[in-house]
């Protein structure tokens, strides 16, 4: 088991749907974010969050809508998303500063139909 | 030409060898150096890491950082079949740098460590 908690572990929706990934971290961490990987292919920065404030947005469609409610929490949005969105969602924190190691949860499989 | 440039295996030994993994680099700013291993189905796990250069261990694992060669290794001793997954390099620049908070991975090196 992981100490970052991502839920759901699956989720399947449709390109009108809207949902929400969760990621929850109890390791007093103050940057958390946001990965996309495809199979077979190394993670992809989303969005960073340091002290619960945006710090990056890798030029992210605004179809993913991240939040971070407090410095436990992180959220991703998802709305009108298209099937080439479909990968491993994968959130992680840092106990130091932004160039520390990462801490990965297991990650949401997203299926977009 | 990639930032970071990792062997890209397949690997495939038998229990008990020694396994060497490794990644070039070209971004003489990068400051941390780390090793994930991810399981099928499963998020990366943070297996090592070094801030600058130098040697450091942990149990089988050995993590060896040369910035004079831009050259990072991981070596498993005795390996067990546990170890099978793949392992992911990665490097991040100093916390005061433009690219603080963007990791930089190599694309990994699947292993399989047969019984």
């Known amino acids: 088991d992981t100490e970052v908690t991502q839920t759901p572990k699956h989720l399947v929706m449709g390109m009108t749907n809207k949902k929400s990934l969760k990621c929850e971290q109890h390791m007093g961490h103050r940057a958390m974010y946001w990965y996309k990987q495809k199979a077979k292919k190394p993670p992809e920065l989303m969005f960073v969050y340091s002290y619960e404030k945006l710090s990056i947005n890798e030029s992210v469609p605004s179809r993913f809508s991240p939040e971070c409610p407090n410095s436990s929490l992180l959220n991703l949005h998802l709305h009108a998303l298209q099937p080439e969105d479909s990968a491993l969602y994968l959130c992680?924190?840092?106990?130091?500063?932004?160039?520390?190691?990462?801490?990965f949860g297991n990650g949401t499989r997203l299926t977009v139909t | 030409q990639k930032e970071v440039e990792q062997d890209p295996g397949p690997l495939s030994v038998p229990e008990g060898a020694i396994v060497s993994l490794n990644c070039t680099y070209s971004n003489s700013a990068f400051q941390y150096f780390m090793w994930y291993r991810q399981y099928s189905r499963k998020g990366p796990e943070l297996l090592m890491y070094t801030y600058s250069s130098g040697n450091k261990e942990d149990g089988r694992f050995t993590a060896q950082v040369d910035k004079s060669s831009k050259y990072i290794s991981l070596f498993i001793r005795d390996s067990q079949p546990s170890d099978s997954a793949t392992y992911l390099c990665a490097m991040s620049e100093g916390e005061y740098n433009t690219n603080a908070g963007k990791s930089t991975f190599g694309d990994g090196t699947t292993l399989t460590v047969k019984p």
């Open positions: 992680a924190s840092s106990r130091g500063g932004l160039s520390s190691p990462l801490h």
